[in-house]
């Protein structure tokens, strides 16, 4: 893996709050894990992406390493290449809905789709991690839209503490995974 550019503190920072400390890719927060999440270069370094913020997106480590320096990738329907969600230009809410019980994301669109599955924004580890936050109240995230159990309308997330800044701001740059145990949703490897 290439050496990344370090991304300065201000900037770390900027990314996070825009986020609301959520992976912009599996909506996972960042809040509740131990080790913070990664600045993600939406468009690589590698293919010409820049350090500015409007190419970083807030990524937990499995969707950052799961992206890599993809663009683009197979939307399951119709096996035509896309591109992948893009947190900058795209809205989560038009290409992801939550399942009824909150557990899965469904894509919308065949970026949706096609992001779902070269992400594995399903993987089992995070499910895991959905059924015990919706259990104590914190997951779907506030404003998400969810399926209704019968029919495909949409609701709202069920809300939360919205209001926990600056305990998750100890920015560090990525990768920064040696400070001590894997936290829930980071595999040191062999998840795939
Ligand atoms: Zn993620």
Redesign the pocket.
């Known amino acids: 893996m290439a050496r990344r550019r370090r991304i300065s503190p201000e900037i770390q920072r900027l990314v996070r709050q825009r986020a609301n400390h959520l992976?912009?890719?599996?909506?996972?927060s960042e809040r509740w894990q131990y080790v913070p999440?990664t600045i993600d270069h939406i468009v690589p370094l590698s293919k010409g992406g820049s350090d500015e913020p409007d190419n970083l997106a807030l990524?937990?480590?499995?969707?950052?390493r799961r992206k890599a320096d993809k663009l683009t990738a197979l939307d399951p329907d119709s096996g035509e290449e896309v591109p992948l969600f893009n947190p900058r230009r795209d809205v989560w809410s038009e290409h992801f809905i939550w399942s009824s019980d909150g557990l899965f994301i469904i894509g919308l669109t065949a970026t949706g789709r096609a992001t779902v599955e070269a992400?594995e924004?399903n993987r089992e580890r995070?499910i895991n991690i959905r059924a015990a936050d919706r259990m104590v109240g914190r997951h779907p995230p506030p404003g998400d839209p969810v399926q209704k159990a019968k029919g495909g309308e949409r609701e709202q997330g069920c809300g939360g503490d919205e209001e926990r800044r600056g305990k998750g701001d100890s920015d560090t740059s990525f990768p920064d995974y040696h400070r001590g145990a894997a936290p829930r949703?980071v595999s040191n490897g062999g998840e795939g």
């Open positions: 992976c912009e890719y599996c909506h996972t999440f990524a937990c480590f499995h969707c950052n992400l924004l995070v949703g």
